[in-house]
């Protein structure tokens, strides 16, 4: 939730919310298309939408970070959205799906959630000098760890550490995005301090706000959405 209490949202928000979702859905769609219409791989899998990928993946995150200093209860947001998370699991790993999602972006936004909702005494007494430093070394530190230190132990992969038999549609580990959302709390808590320029709050964006708006409905309904259309597309051809 991005508003200033006792004000209306703040449009530039919600609308780069828009926009990484806008871009995750045109990911799936070009899987989908390489997938189940023998597309070229290349159009899924290339250098410049894996670095994309990860870009409005990390806003998306980033973002949600910075809607938890706006939130009522950070503990209850994260326990709907992860409980949503379980769902989509249960759907994915049914045999006519067979696309398991066991920790993708919903899971970790909501573990996020309920994490910071349980510390957030911790996190906030960390001088805001500091603070962006202190994640950012965390977010590239455990990023390597996670790629350059071996742990075989299977079930550590929520954490970052995975084995080659493990598989997940979607997948997004605690390390290092957790820090990527607490980089946003720090930002967060500037916005909601009316730190920033006037024309942060007031400036109206077209179109992309209620794109953002509607962030969740769109991540769980885009994909059948999407792979419905593809699979009339086949049929009909």
Request: with cysteine; net charge positive.
């Amino acid at each position: 939730m991005d508003r200033m209490p006792g004000k209306k949202r703040i449009d530039i928000i919600d609308a780069l919310r828009g926009f990484a979702v806008i871009l995750m859905v045109i990911h799936h769609l070009l899987f989908d298309l390489v997938e189940f219409m023998g597309a070229p791989s290349w159009l899924f899998s290339n250098p410049v939408l894996d670095i994309l990928h990860y870009f409005f993946a990390g806003l998306f995150i980033f973002l949600s970070g910075v809607s938890s200093q706006f939130s009522r209860s950070n503990l209850k947001r994260g326990i709907k959205v992860f409980a949503i998370a379980m769902l989509l699991t249960i759907v994915t790993s049914l045999p006519f799906v067979n696309e398991p999602i066991r920790f993708g972006v919903l899971h970790l936004l909501g573990f996020c959630m309920i994490f910071y909702g349980l510390t957030r005494s911790i996190w906030d007494k960390i001088p805001k000098i500091i603070a962006p430093v202190i994640y950012i070394a965390l977010i590239v530190g455990t990023a390597l760890a996670v790629h350059l230190i071996p742990i075989n132990v299977s079930f550590l992969w929520m954490l970052g550490w995975f084995q080659p038999s493990f598989f997940s549609a979607d997948y997004f580990p605690i390390f290092p995005w957790l820090f990527v959302f607490l980089l946003g709390t720090w930002a967060g808590s500037f916005i909601i301090e009316n730190k920033l320029p006037t024309w942060f709050y007031e400036k109206r964006v077209p179109f992309l706000p209620a794109v953002g708006r509607k962030a969740l409905l769109i991540y769980i309904l885009h994909q059948p959405v999407l792979y419905g259309i593809v699979m009339l597309i086949i049929y009909l051809r």
